[in-house]
């Protein structure tokens, strides 16, 4: 994934959090994803930042981890199941 491609959650999905469960869920028309604190954690930074200002935030958050290679391969795993919509950098319209 290009790192600067701006990434949001696609059309239908909706992002909260659920004090009754400890965790972000992923709301969509068919029912409901309960995410691990990581993905909870990419995914609520999922709002047309580029990937690179989303990885620059998660590392200001988590200093003491090297999270890119993983944070990228969550984001591609995500765009794959349709989770998210992304626009490439250098297309302004």
Request: with cysteine.
């Amino acid at each position: 994934m290009n790192g600067d491609a701006r990434i949001w959650l696609s059309a239908g999905m909706r992002l909260q959090w659920e004090a009754a469960q400890s965790a972000y869920v992923m709301l969509y028309p068919e029912g409901m994803i309960k995410l691990n604190g990581p993905a909870g954690e990419i995914l609520s930074r999922c709002d047309g930042r580029t990937v690179d200002g989303l990885i620059a935030d998660l590392q200001q958050a988590f200093p003491s981890a090297d999270l890119t290679a993983d944070v990228i391969t969550f984001l591609e795993e995500a765009n794959t199941k349709g989770w998210l919509r992304t626009k490439e950098g250098d297309d302004d319209g």
